[in-house]
């Protein structure tokens, strides 16, 4: 097993919580309309156009023009994201705050729109103690593609065999490791200090 030197952690479902249903259950309460609304317009596959770097107004009017009878709706995705991000994930904040202090090389790399991204630093401040972050929008690349993970790579100095990276979804784990790196999949915080442990980092 190599040695660690880098360790770089996704932020969504792994430092902080994410879901967009939170603020629909109050705009739209019928469950089965609700459920409509996320598999036939606003679409994971939408958003994730929007982690890609594509801004919200084109996203809003590509939609809008479909779903005219939805545009309050639509724009409600943007204008109440605040909801969906409630609350960080104290364990896992703990585990990347010490890695900090006790001096590990800590970088952040997220799929998340440019703007949402400021809004959520500016929130969660502990955003801020990593050395750094790969937003994809801000890149125009989007997890589990390879050039996201290359591009970190250069901009932070970070050699592959050395790098560790914690996310929570299996497709960008499998993505990371077909850069090279090492990785976990992220499922708790409890879970996260025994893998670290496996690389020899005691938090």
């Known amino acids: 097993m190599n040695e660690i030197r880098h360790i770089v952690f996704d932020i969504g479902k792994v430092l902080i ?42 996203a809003e009017a590509l939609l809008i023009a479909d779903h005219p009878d939805e545009a309050e709706n639509i724009r409600g995705f943007r ?12 364990g896992s904040v703990a585990i990347m705050e010490a890695l900090v202090e006790q001096g590990h090389d800590v970088t952040m790399l997220t799929n998340f729109a440019s703007d949402t991204f400021v809004e959520a630093r500016e929130r969660y401040t502990f955003l801020q103690k990593p050395r750094g972050v790969t937003v994809s929008g801000d890149i125009r690349a989007i997890k589990p593609d390879r050039a996201i993970f290359d591009h970190h790579i250069s901009a932070f100095g970070l050699e592959p065999e050395a790098t560790l990276f914690i996310d929570d979804s299996a497709p960008n ?31």
């Not at 784990?173 to 915080?189: K, P, Q, S």
């Open 17 to 58: 919580h994410y879901d967009p249903e939170l603020p629909y259950r109050r705009l739209i309460p019928n469950d089965e309309k609700r459920r409509r609304f996320f598999t036939e317009i606003c679409t994971p596959e939408w958003n994730i156009e929007q982690d890609r770097g594509r801004s919200w107004e084109e």
């Open 79 to 90: 204008l109440n994201w605040h909801e969906m991000v409630p609350h960080a994930y104290e």
């Open 173 to 203: 784990i499998e993505g990371a490791r077909a850069a090279g790196w090492n990785a976990v999949l992220f499922t708790d915080a409890e879970t996260l200090r025994k893998d670290l442990a496996r690389y020899g980092i005691e938090v």
